[in-house]
């Protein structure tokens, strides 16, 4: 009989796939499915709602589980009620405690089916079920004749308060109870899970180590299975004579159900508890669409028994791996009809896109044909408007530094205090009216963009400045040396720019400090900075032939002048011009007018920077590892050392090494294999370690000498001669005054 209706089953659902290939339509009723717990059993029966819902594309299904939790039941009831369903499905968890949810879904028109458990409540559309009195009566039959009249029986109950409980125990029940050979031992309250079966059955045994039991009736197959494991423990403790036998009621198929239970022996029986979710959703149908329907719908079930327990399962093994197919199939069928749909949609689409796809493309080719004639209208514009206010900057601050600086150094000399107060209230009339002049010029020539923030970057410019003036003033206190002209060899600064002027007023308060080069324009500044290498470069920006951001670029891409510091004067005081200086390469940029403290601080600063980094570079190595130093890769080479100029020494070692045993090797030599003369090259390494070229070659022949020494049998004459030196005698020397040891201690040392 379990045969036929699961063929009839698959039947259906092929019947259900084939109409849903045919067409799609709107979800028509809505039905909400509210389950007591979740578990295997209920989970098949969920899986067969869906099955039976292919056959029925009108019909959208809302399942929810309360796993066991009055309250959570009824609050889920009350969501799929206010959700808007069409029809409720509900599994009671307890008789009584339900009820009002339902009641609330009848009253509001919606119906109910009740399945599998009963209710206390009387309104409700239908119920659909087993007879779970007449399990309990047929499962005491069995229990009856298995144990032939006599012998101990222990009854682990359902939930409590649960119809299926309350009436499988009853007829349980009455028939032992007409059986007096029987007895019931022991009655124990459990709510369908293992786990609770199996603490509440190894409690008892504890305290009823010598009441034997025949017999252990599970009222679900899961509590029948909690009860053989306390009793198994039992077993190995000592606590039991025997094991009982043990049966249950649901008689799932698969893995771990049931049917499989009682074939491997670990049930005497079990008692298939029908799911049947394909009537459940039929009758569900019938009730929306107005059909006639029962009332009382009561499930036909079967006894599970070791003689048709393989039958049985193989049968529902065939059936799930069929339904697992159909599930399949109807997947693919759907994704096929969904395809199909999207194609029509989408050719569709495609027509109307392409019309829109080409007035978009008319319309797209418009705006950037426009765009592109504003933008560049709107670049031209401002390109003019930045020349304009760079060549105005340049005209009016120009001669402004001339009048501002000049009076601000008449202002501090010792000739000034003695003249007349007529004359000092004269000169004091000028400075105020300069001063204003240069803020007011200041102002008409601040850029649209940077007339909102002019006042505070105008001071926190003046701040700065201020800032660097008195930190060269501490830096010329606390370092003696490098502010103080007699105390040690003054650096070369070149000054390019085109006005004479404004070299000689630089001139005026630089010379003292450095000695000085002068170009009035790009071009030759580029000769001179190749040629003469100077430690700082100051240059303005607006110039003939080549301007400074022309130059200052030059002078950082030539290997010979990369490493020289540059500052740019200019009157082009824009964040956009400052910006266009910074990339250029420019160490530093000072607008015009400016203070001569000011050039003097960046001036002192940046030179005074260089030589931190050189000190860093010479003060923790010694002469023979910054030698070693120049062999490294640019990737590791020292963090004094920036890597451009870290690859020109990488260079220069490796032109050394070509020729550590050619005795006739000069700076010359060296210099024109790097394509550079003997000044450029001596100043260049001479700014970049401390130490000169031939210090660099020195230390380089020693290096290799002692190597020669640590690895071959060569005489210290012959390791002398092999590395460049032209008397054994002078490799010696050196070679004690570098290593602290003589070449041939050195090799009875090793």
Same mark, same amino acid.
């Given at each position: 009989?379990?045969?036929?209706?699961?063929?009839?089953?698959?039947?259906?659902?092929?019947?259900?796939?084939?109409?849903?290939?045919?067409?799609?339509?709107?979800?028509?009723?809505?039905?909400?499915?509210? *389950?007591?717990?979740?578990?295997?059993?209920?989970?098949?029966?969920?899986?067969?709602?869906?099955?039976?819902?292919?056959? #029925?594309?009108?019909?959208?299904?809302?399942?929810?589980?309360?796993?066991?939790?009055?309250?959570?039941?009824?609050?889920?009831?009350?969501? !799929?009620?206010?959700?808007?369903?069409?029809?409720?499905?509900?599994?009671?968890?307890?008789?009584?405690?339900?009820?009002?949810?339902?009641?609330?879904?009848?009253?509001?028109?919606?119906?109910?089916?009740?399945?599998?458990?009963?209710?206390?409540?009387?309104?409700?559309?239908?119920?659909?079920?087993?007879?779970? #009195?007449?399990?309990?009566?047929?499962?005491?039959?069995?229990?009856?004749?298995?144990? +032939?009249?006599?012998?101990?029986?222990?009854?682990?109950?359902?939930?409590?308060? $649960?119809?299926?409980?309350?009436?499988?125990?009853?007829?349980?029940?009455?028939?032992?109870?007409?059986?007096?050979?029987?007895?019931?031992?022991?009655?124990?309250?459990?709510?369908?899970?293992?786990?609770?079966?199996?603490?509440?059955? =190894?409690?008892?045994?504890?305290? #009823?180590?010598?009441?034997?039991?025949?017999?252990?009736?599970?009222?679900?197959?899961?509590?029948?299975?909690?009860?053989?494991?306390?009793?198994?423990?039992?077993?190995?403790?000592?606590?039991?004579?025997?094991?009982?036998?043990?049966?249950?009621?649901?008689?799932?198929?698969?893995?771990?159900?049931?049917?499989?239970?009682?074939?491997?022996?670990?049930?005497?029986?079990?008692?298939?508890?029908?799911?049947?979710?394909?009537?459940?959703?039929?009758?569900?149908?019938?009730?929306?669409?107005?059909?006639?329907?029962?009332?009382?719908?009561?499930?036909?079930?079967?006894?599970?028994?070791?003689?048709?327990?393989?039958?049985?399962?193989?049968?529902?093994?065939?059936?799930?791996?069929?339904?697992?197919?159909?599930?399949?199939?109807?997947?693919?069928?759907?994704?096929?009809?969904?395809?199909?749909?999207?194609?029509?949609?989408?050719?569709?689409?495609?027509?109307?896109?392409? !019309?829109?796809?080409? @007035?978009?493309?008319?319309?797209?080719?418009?705006?950037?044909?426009?765009?592109?004639?504003?933008?560049?209208?709107?670049?031209?514009?401002?390109?003019?408007?930045?020349?304009?206010?760079?060549?105005?900057?340049?005209?009016?601050?120009?001669?402004?530094?001339?009048?501002?600086?000049?009076?601000?150094?008449?202002?501090?000399?010792?000739?000034?205090?003695?003249?007349?107060?007529?004359?000092?209230?004269?000169?004091?009339?000028?400075?105020?009216? /300069?001063?204003?002049?240069? *803020?007011?010029?200041?102002?008409?020539?601040?850029?649209?963009?940077?007339?909102?923030?002019?006042?505070?970057?105008?001071?926190?410019?003046? @701040?700065?400045?201020?800032?660097?003036?008195?930190?060269?003033?501490?830096?010329?206190?606390?370092?003696?040396?490098?502010?103080?002209?007699?105390?040690?060899?003054?650096?070369?600064?070149?000054?390019?720019?085109?006005?004479?002027?404004?070299?000689?007023?630089?001139?005026?308060?630089?010379?003292?400090?450095?000695?000085?080069?002068?170009?009035?324009?790009?071009?030759?500044?580029?000769?001179?900075?190749?040629?003469?290498?100077?430690?700082?470069?100051?240059?303005?920006?607006?110039?003939?032939?080549?301007?400074?951001?022309?130059?200052?670029? +030059?002078?950082?891409?030539?290997?010979?002048? $990369?490493?020289?510091?540059?500052?740019?004067?200019?009157?082009?005081?824009?964040?956009?011009?400052?910006?266009?200086?910074?990339?250029?390469?420019?160490?530093?940029?000072?607008?015009?007018?400016?203070?001569?403290?000011?050039?003097?601080?960046?001036?002192?600063?940046?030179?005074?920077?260089?030589?931190?980094?050189? *000190?860093?570079?010479?003060?923790?190595?010694?002469?023979?590892?910054?030698?070693?130093?120049?062999?490294? $890769?640019?990737?590791?080479?020292?963090?004094?050392?920036?890597? *451009?100029?870290?690859?020109?020494?990488?260079?220069?070692? =490796?032109?050394?090494?070509?020729?550590?045993?050619?005795?006739?090797?000069?700076?010359?030599?060296?210099?024109?294999?790097?394509?550079?003369?003997?000044?450029?090259?001596?100043? =260049?390494?001479?700014?970049?370690?401390?130490?000169?070229?031939?210090?660099?070659?020195?230390?380089?022949?020693?290096? =290799?000498?002692?190597?020669? @020494?640590?690895?071959?049998?060569?005489?210290?004459?012959?390791?002398?001669?092999?590395?460049?030196? /032209?008397?054994?005698?002078?490799?010696?020397?050196?070679?004690?005054?570098?290593?602290?040891?003589?070449?041939?201690?050195?090799?009875?040392?090793?």
């Amino acid at each position: 009989m379990q045969k036929k209706k699961d063929l009839h089953l698959i039947i259906f659902i092929i019947g259900a796939l084939l109409l849903s290939a045919c067409s799609e339509s709107e979800k028509k009723y809505r039905i909400g499915v509210s *389950q007591c717990s979740e578990d295997i059993w209920r989970e098949k029966q969920n899986s067969e709602l869906r099955m039976a819902a292919y056959f #029925h594309e009108d019909v959208d299904l809302h399942f929810a589980a309360a796993y066991d939790s009055d309250e959570r039941q009824v609050q889920q009831i009350d969501s !799929l009620v206010n959700l808007g369903i069409d029809l409720l499905i509900v599994a009671p968890n307890q008789v009584s405690t339900i009820s009002p949810a339902i009641d609330r879904a009848y009253d509001k028109g919606i119906p109910v089916i009740v399945f599998e458990r009963k209710t206390s409540s009387k309104k409700y559309t239908a119920f659909m079920g087993a007879d779970n #009195h007449e399990m309990g009566s047929l499962m005491g039959d069995y229990i009856v004749g298995r144990l +032939k009249g006599h012998g101990k029986v222990m009854e682990v109950m359902g939930l409590n308060g $649960s119809s299926p409980a309350i009436e499988r125990h009853n007829g349980f029940r009455e028939t032992v109870g007409r059986n007096p050979g029987l007895e019931i031992v022991a009655t124990l309250q459990g709510d369908w899970t293992e786990p609770t079966a199996y603490g509440i059955v =190894k409690q008892w045994l504890q305290t #009823h180590k010598d009441t034997p039991v025949d017999l252990v009736f599970g009222m679900n197959d899961r509590s029948a299975m909690g009860a053989r494991k306390a009793f198994m423990e039992a077993i190995e403790d000592g606590n039991t004579p025997q094991l009982p036998l043990f049966c249950g009621i649901d008689g799932l198929p698969g893995k771990h159900g049931g049917i499989q239970l009682v074939r491997d022996s670990l049930l005497a029986a079990s008692y298939i508890y029908p799911t049947h979710g394909d009537q459940l959703l039929q009758l569900a149908i019938d009730i929306l669409d107005g059909k006639p329907y029962e009332k009382e719908t009561r499930l036909m079930s079967a006894l599970v028994t070791h003689d048709n327990a393989r039958v049985l399962q193989m049968e529902s093994e065939e059936v799930m791996r069929q339904s697992q197919y159909l599930e399949q199939l109807n997947q693919r069928v759907s994704g096929y009809l969904q395809q199909l749909a999207n194609q029509r949609t989408l050719t569709l689409l495609a027509v109307a896109m392409l !019309l829109l796809l080409l @007035l978009l493309m008319v319309g797209v080719y418009m705006y950037q044909r426009q765009r592109t004639r504003i933008g560049k209208e709107r670049r031209r514009l401002e390109r003019e408007q930045l020349d304009f206010y760079a060549q105005v900057s340049h005209e009016l601050r120009t001669p402004l530094t001339l009048i501002e600086g000049p009076l601000a150094r008449l202002a501090e000399m010792d000739d000034m205090r003695q003249i007349g107060d007529e004359s000092a209230n004269l000169f004091a009339i000028v400075r105020r009216n /300069t001063h204003q002049l240069t *803020q007011l010029i200041n102002k008409l020539l601040e850029g649209p963009g940077d007339n909102r923030t002019g006042r505070k970057e105008e001071g926190k410019k003046k @701040l700065s400045e201020k800032k660097a003036t008195d930190s060269t003033a501490k830096a010329e206190t606390s370092q003696p040396k490098l502010s103080t002209p007699n105390a040690r060899q003054k650096e070369l600064i070149l000054i390019v720019d085109d006005n004479a002027d404004i070299r000689a007023y630089l001139r005026s308060f630089l010379q003292d400090r450095y000695r000085l080069l002068e170009a009035e324009d790009g071009k030759k500044g580029c000769e001179l900075a190749q040629n003469e290498v100077p430690d700082l470069i100051v240059s303005d920006v607006m110039m003939p032939v080549m301007n400074g951001l022309q130059f200052c670029q +030059k002078v950082k891409e030539d290997v010979v002048t $990369s490493h020289i510091p540059v500052i740019l004067l200019t009157a082009r005081a824009l964040s956009a011009h400052q910006i266009e200086g910074y990339k250029s390469g420019a160490d530093a940029y000072i607008t015009k007018p400016f203070a001569p403290d000011v050039l003097l601080a960046r001036i002192e600063n940046l030179i005074h920077s260089r030589k931190v980094l050189k *000190q860093l570079f010479t003060s923790n190595m010694s002469t023979t590892e910054q030698a070693q130093a120049t062999t490294i $890769s640019v990737q590791t080479a020292p963090a004094a050392i920036p890597p *451009q100029e870290s690859a020109f020494l990488v260079r220069f070692r =490796k032109v050394v090494e070509t020729q550590l045993s050619n005795s006739d090797l000069s700076v010359e030599d060296i210099g024109s294999e790097m394509g550079l003369s003997r000044v450029q090259l001596y100043r =260049k390494i001479k700014a970049l370690t401390g130490q000169t070229p031939v210090e660099q070659l020195r230390t380089a022949r020693l290096i =290799k000498g002692r190597q020669l @020494l640590e690895t071959t049998d060569k005489t210290v004459a012959e390791v002398a001669y092999s590395v460049g030196f /032209t008397a054994p005698s002078y490799f010696a020397k050196c070679f004690k005054d570098e290593f602290g040891v003589s070449p041939s201690e050195f090799g009875k040392r090793e």
